[in-house]
């Protein structure tokens, strides 16, 4: 018999607390907590590459981020387009579906959690509705794309990120750090290309 209790492990924990953030997201009508949910995203990630993850996670994982990074930015994205929000909240459950089916060192389309941190602060920050319809349209469209994008695993980089990330919760204009750094990741395939450089 499948157990619940002997599949759940450590890192399953922090799934668990990035669907609550996303919950209390939508909940609350509160966009900043896909920040929080992208932080114990990240803890979890780093703890499954441990032996504190399993096979259970991964698909846990799944689940949370389609309503932290999928739902809850597609239901304030439905304020400006219902039909693009609605596009956006395909995308990302198609491009968390594949994810579960392929398994290679670098992720094909851009990942759901990158998207919601591009879309998430552009509305946050007040940007004009035409522009945060076209983010959303476009990071949707790079979801289900064949893009090669890059595991970032420099343990300072990812540090960083996560300073930025936890700040936006609670600073507003900390947000733009995290907008930039999502479009630079965005264009990264296009360096890689350019330089030579391998996922």
């Known amino acids: 018999m499948f157990s619940i209790c002997r599949e759940v492990k450590f890192a399953d924990i922090f799934s668990l607390f990035n669907l609550l953030a996303g919950f209390f997201g939508l909940y609350t009508g509160n966009l900043s907590f896909v920040f929080l949910a992208a932080i114990f995203d990240g803890v979890d990630g780093i703890v499954a590459e441990s032996r504190f993850g399993g096979k259970f996670g991964k698909e846990l994982d799944s689940l949370a981020d389609l309503v932290s990074f999928g739902i809850l930015p597609a239901f304030f994205i439905a304020a400006y387009s219902p039909a693009i929000a609605c596009f956006y909240a395909v995308a990302s459950a198609l491009r968390l ?8 060192d670098y992720f094909v389309g851009l990942p759901v959690t990158a998207s919601a941190l591009l879309v998430s602060p552009a509305i946050l920050l007040g940007f004009e ?3 945060i319809c ?5 990071s949707a469209v790079l ?8 595991r970032v695993r420099d343990y300072r980089l990812l540090a960083v990120g996560a300073a930025a990330i936890a ?12 907008f930039l750094a999502v479009m630079l990741y965005i264009f990264s395939p296009l ?7 391998r996922s």
């Not at 289900?144 to 890059?150: A, F, Q």
């Open 143 to 150: 979801m289900i794309s064949d893009i090669r994008y890059t």
């Open 191 to 197: 360096w890689r290309k350019e330089y030579g450089w």
């Open 129 to 131: 509705s035409k522009l």
């Open 134 to 138: 076209a983010l959303a349209l476009i």
């Open 97 to 104: 579906a594949r994810f579960n089916v392929l398994k290679f």
């Open 167 to 178: 700040a936006s919760f609670f600073i507003p204009d900390a947000a733009y750090a995290v």
